[in-house]
């Protein structure tokens, strides 16, 4: 477009040209040029850009190009460089079809100019305070107050400004100020009017208002408005409503309190390390739960804590976790030394936060000493139980053998001469001893019979009194201490038996003599007549012994003994959890050990029982026996001994052999003597076939574990346990016979 008619026009000159639903500045002429030499660098420039925070040119632009009028309008315009310098003028749009604008501004006179800037000035602030989402309340030097917003008045419960111009007390007297200590504050205290008072501005506190409905918490600031010549003309004060963030800052305390305690109760808390600066951080729970300093917050003192078998490994975890990359991770446990010299357990998990900024390693900590001590007693009792299970496979195996060798004496002691009986009492001897030791395999694998009757722990211990002090010798004293009857369903010869192993590892543990205390105690049920607990203690004033063996005092074949078997604890161990209850051991080194038998009670009413033993069988019975045992040996011998005391013998080695025989006879099999568990057959099954085909036949089992004899499934069956005597087969025949 061509300005040249109005180049040298004395007023400044623009030509806009329309892009879209915005204009672009083309030409200005010199007058314009002159005003504001950078004006030149404008053109190109939408007007949207240039009047941003004047929307209404824009809009005034488009409606005289539109409808062909020419539109004035007044306005300040501030420069295009943001600055505070601000021009009032007069703007003429003439439009030039088609797509054409000349913009003619021309500045307004100096009152004009004052003018206007004052009401812009006046608009602008009432503007900005409006907005602001504070309340806001101005005093003047009198303390009465000359402007306040739309929130001040609401606040103080006026239903506008005005309410409140030229009054001293804003607040109604149903409303209180309180301060954070909860302390009542006095109209002449109030921040807005102690600013007066002192010239010191009021920092942002904390205060309670009260009265207004619901609690409210306001940050209350004040500052003192002074004229340059240092004149204090009033005050500025401004109420933010923090009750969100108060509230908000409550429930994240209480939120946390709450976190402390779960975390406290779980053993567990979180961590921080920063790797560059060496400086690291523990929630203050972990201090208590590990026993630890709170002073060591680098790397070195906290590996110093951890057990120098794991210092090493952990040190490399770390290193190697801090030079990695963004979101890496790892899961770790060690043990941690406390200062009570204590080691536990810890499980740590953390991950590395990697930015342009630090390396930052978190993460959490739990003590699991207690899982870890349980872990090690589940393994001990898988152990156990998996040595168990061989110590009573082998224990019956070896009866069988025991089995054959004690009958073949019984079978020849009586005809052999007296030279002679002196080595078969020798070989008898030392079977009753391999007896004993298998006896002790099968405790250990809860395999033993267990034959239970009522019995009182106090009337047990003084019976076999004489017996323990003749064991410990002249140098041990014994004290005994029993309170009352503490009655138990057991059997009485293997709690003897755990008795007896107690006290001899309690001998071998004094063996310069000391002290040796037998307790027994009962605790009843909470219920009347319901059961309690039994207790039987034994305690020494021995060597004592450290952790490590404490752990292993149950373990078969662990044994301190030079000549020691490592079965007797074992066995004791075995007996125990086979009646059910529990054996323990307290021992430090050099203050002496105590074993804890712990056995369910019988109520209070209940009775004990005395055991009664019959007397020997008379020989010369009748009767037909079948004997079936898959061991030749055992099966001969024990033939040879039915058939010595005057029983009909037929003998068979399985179960389809069994079978002919009894078809075979010519009468009724009056007895089976039967072994329970033979290879690929079950003896249970056999007599179950030999009793169908005849009902009156009367069955007795035989075999080295005493579970079986608790899983006959035969009524009317008896039982005997590998190996036994003559005149213990000769009862249980005559027994069974009756």
């Known amino acids: 477009m061509d300005l040249g008619f109005l180049e040298e026009a004395p007023i400044c000159t623009y030509a806009v040209r329309r892009v879209g639903d915005d204009f672009v500045i083309e030409r200005v002429n010199a007058a314009a040029r002159r005003q504001n030499p950078a004006i030149v660098a404008l053109l190109g420039t939408p007007m949207r850009r240039i009047y941003s925070d004047q929307p209404q040119v824009l809009e005034d632009a488009r409606r005289a190009l539109a409808e062909g009028v020419v539109v004035e309008r007044d306005l300040p315009v501030r420069r295009y460089d943001r600055t505070e310098a601000t021009q009032f003028v007069r703007l003429r749009f003439v439009p030039a079809p088609p797509d054409h604008l000349l913009l003619f501004m021309q500045e307004l006179s100096s009152p004009d100019l004052a003018r206007a800037a004052v009401r812009e000035a006046e608009a602008r602030y009432e503007s900005l305070v409006a907005s602001l989402p504070d309340a806001v309340l101005v005093r003047g030097a009198d303390g009465r107050v000359i402007f306040c917003n739309d929130l001040a008045a609401k606040l103080t419960g006026a239903t506008a400004p005005s309410e409140l111009l030229g009054k001293l007390d804003v607040m109604p007297r149903e409303m209180v100020l309180l301060n954070e200590a909860g302390e009542l504050i006095g109209p002449e205290d109030f921040p807005s009017r102690k600013v007066l008072r002192t010239g010191k501005p009021e920092g942002g506190k904390a205060y309670a208002l009260l009265g207004s409905g619901a609690l409210r918490w306001l940050r209350i600031a004040s500052q003192p408005i002074v004229t340059e010549d240092g004149t ?31 975390l406290s109760a779980a053993r567990m808390g979180v961590w921080e390390y920063e790797p560059a600066h060496d400086h ?47 979101g890496d991770t790892f899961e770790d446990e060690f043990r941690i030394i406390g200062k009570d010299q204590v080691t536990r357990w810890a499980r740590v998990q953390g991950r590395l936060t990697h930015n342009a900024e630090r390396r930052h390693l978190g993460g959490t900590v739990m003590d699991v000493t207690t899982q870890r001590l349980l872990e090690e007693q589940l393994h001990r009792a898988s152990r156990l139980e998996s040595i168990g299970r061989l110590a009573g496979g082998i224990a019956h195996d070896f009866n069988n053998l025991l089995a054959a060798m004690l009958g073949s004496l019984d079978l020849v002691e009586g005809e052999a001469s007296d030279a002679l009986r002196q080595d078969l009492a020798t070989i008898r001897h030392s079977a009753l001893r391999a007896r004993d030791l298998t006896r002790q395999l099968l405790a250990f694998a809860r395999k033993q019979p267990v034959q239970r009757r009522n019995v009182d722990l106090s009337l047990l211990v003084r ?34 038996q755990v008795l007896v192993n107690l006290v001899v590892n309690a001998r071998e543990a004094m063996p310069d003599g000391g002290h040796l205390q037998i307790r027994v105690e009962s605790q009843a049920g909470e219920a009347a007549g319901s059961a309690g607990t039994a207790t039987l203690s034994v305690t020494d004033s021995g060597i004592g012994m450290d952790e490590a063996t404490r752990r292993r005092i149950f373990e078969p074949f662990f044994t301190t003994k030079l000549a020691g078997t490592g079965l007797g604890l074992a066995s004791s161990y075995g007996i125990i959890q086979q009646h059910r209850g529990d ?16 056995l369910p009670s019988l109520p209070s009413d ?18 037909t026996v079948l004997v079936v045992d898959d061991e030749e040996a055992v099966r001969k011998t024990t033939a040879r001994l039915v058939r010595s005391l005057g029983y009909e013998v037929y003998d068979a080695s399985t179960m389809t052999e069994a079978v002919e025989r009894a078809t075979e006879h010519a009468g009724d099999i009056d007895m089976l003597l039967c072994d329970i ?11 179950a076939e030999l009793v169908r085909m005849q009902p009156e036949l009367r069955v007795l089992f035989m075999s080295g574990y005493s579970s079986d004899m608790q899983e006959m499934r035969l009524d009317g069956a008896l039982f005997v346990q590998k190996p036994f005597s003559r005149d213990e087969l000769a009862q249980k025949l005559a027994e069974l016979a009756q």
């Open 232 to 262: 204090l003309r009033g005050s500025a004060t401004t109420f933010t409503d923090v009750t969100d963030r108060v509230s908000a800052q409550a429930e994240l305390r209480e939120s946390a309190a709450r976190l402390d305690l779960a």
């Open 280 to 326: 690291g951080w523990w929630s203050p729970n972990l201090f208590d739960i590990f026993d630890i300093r709170d002073t060591d917050v680098g790397l070195a003192p906290f590996l110093a804590r951890v057990h120098p078998d794991d210092r090493e490994r952990v040190a490399r975890r770390i290193q190697m976790l801090a030079m990695g990359t963004d």
């Open 463 to 496: 019976d076999v009194e004489l017996l323990l002090r003749r064991l410990v010798g002249p140098s041990i004293a014994i004290g005994i201490d029993t309170t009352g009857p503490a009655l138990v369903s057991a059997d009485p010869s293997l709690l003897e």
């Open 583 to 598: 054996i323990s051991v307290e021992s430090e080194p050099g203050r002496g050990t105590r074993f804890i038998v712990t």
């Open 606 to 623: 209940a009775v004990a029982r005395k055991v009664t033993v019959a007397p020997p069988a008379p020989l010369g019975a009748k009767g």
């Open 677 to 687: 568990a033979m290879p690929g057959e079950d003896g249970r099954d056999l007599a």
